[in-house]
């Protein structure tokens, strides 16, 4: 059974920084890419930030030059570094690992980010 866990949220002031990490348990073959993914109170979970098994990366426009994502293919463990937060970066963060076919998610880590 796979498992993800995820620490690192809580709360910040605006302009601070914060660390996610999500580690992968459990039997996995192969991971594809890993990312995170984001929601707001009221609103649609979104994609943050993505990166492939080669290190190929993607990012939200909201959080490009802000936020970075990083993995440790060893460790089966994705990072997100997120710097000069906003109070709109304020949501329940929540890992994303693609095995293909399957994807898992973890159960989220709180990110509060106070004006």
């Known amino acids: 059974q796979v498992q993800l866990v995820e620490s690192g949220g809580g709360l910040v002031q605006a302009g601070g920084s914060l660390r996610l990490s999500c580690e992968a348990s459990?039997?996995?073959?192969?991971?594809?890419?890993m990312g995170w993914y984001r929601q707001a109170p009221g609103k649609q979970r979104e994609v943050v930030a993505t990166?492939?098994?080669?290190?190929?990366?993607n990012y939200a426009d909201s959080v490009e030059g802000r936020f970075t994502i990083s993995r440790d293919n060893a460790k089966n463990t994705v990072y997100l570094q997120m710097n000069s937060q906003k109070p709109e970066d304020t949501a329940v963060y929540y890992c994303?690992?693609?095995?293909?076919?399957?994807?898992?998610w973890g159960k989220g880590t709180l990110v509060t980010v106070s004006s």
């Open positions: 994303n690992v693609f095995s293909a076919p399957v994807s898992f």
């Open positions: 990166i492939t098994r080669g290190g190929t990366t």
């Open positions: 459990g039997i996995i073959f192969r991971i594809n890419a």
